[in-house]
């Protein structure tokens, strides 16, 4: 079975600096999506990047970036230019191809001080 | 505001009650799920409906009973419900069953059960 770990329970991270969210996937299959949520305080999920296992470039989205190491079973998130908004929990996801399931991590909770 | 709504925002029953949460998505989606989340575990996937036909039970109890009338709403009914049943209870949509699909979340109902 498929499994999500992140291993940070609580990051912090000053305004304008960068910060990196750990997440590492367990499974045996090749194709495969990963992904990045974001849930502020006011609770709505909301999708901050997507990554396709058959694609070798990283993912992009303006601040937002990863580091897909497939061969590691690593996909970490890089915020940069951090803004008070981004405080939130961050979920790591894993979707295989074949199955209708999303499966989550335990969640990060960020914190982002001025 | 990402589509999707949920109603109650907040819910208290008690153990012999019965109450039905409600989700609503505007985006013309044809799959729909629930999902529950309670505090530091994992996102469950509980239901999954693609036009209107239930694709996926993960294993949920016979009090959580799933509705899916058309589309657009899906209506989770609660009966006889366990103090461990309390939670955040979450919806989401998406345009298709794909994996690479992005699931739209709700803001959620947050139950508590007595």
């Known amino acids: 079975a498929q499994t999500v770990t992140q291993s940070q329970p609580e990051m912090s991270v000053q305004e304008a600096e960068t910060v990196t969210l750990s997440c590492t996937y367990d499974?045996?299959?090749?194709?495969?999506?990963l992904f990045w949520y974001k849930q502020p305080p006011s609770r709505q999920m909301i999708l901050v990047i997507r990554q396709e296992a058959y694609k070798q470039q990283n993912a992009t989205e303006n601040r937002f970036s990863v580091n897909f190491q497939k061969a590691a079973k690593s996909f970490s998130l890089k915020i940069s230019d951090s803004q008070l908004g981004d405080a939130a929990m961050y979920f790591c996801a894993y979707r295989s191809a074949n199955t209708d399931k999303l499966i989550f991590g335990t969640g990060t909770r960020l914190q982002v001080f001025p | 505001e990402t589509g999707v709504t949920q109603t109650p925002r907040h819910l208290v029953m008690g153990m012999t009650n019965k109450k039905s949460l409600k989700c609503e998505q505007h985006?013309?989606?044809?799959?729909m799920y629930w999902y529950k989340q309670s505090a530091k575990k994992p996102l469950e996937l509980m239901f999954v409906y693609n036009f209107k036909e239930q694709t996926e039970n993960n294993s949920v109890p016979s009090r959580f009973s799933p509705e899916c009338p058309n589309s657009s709403h899906l209506f989770l009914h609660l009966h006889t419900l366990q103090p461990e049943d309390s939670a955040l209870y979450l919806c989401?949509?998406?345009?298709?069953?794909?994996?690479?699909?992005?699931?739209?979340f709700g803001p959620g109902t947050r139950l508590l059960v007595l």
């Open positions: 989401a949509s998406s345009q298709g069953q794909g994996p690479e699909e992005t699931q739209y």
């Open positions: 985006l013309g989606h044809n799959a």
């Open positions: 499974t045996s299959e090749s194709d495969y999506y």
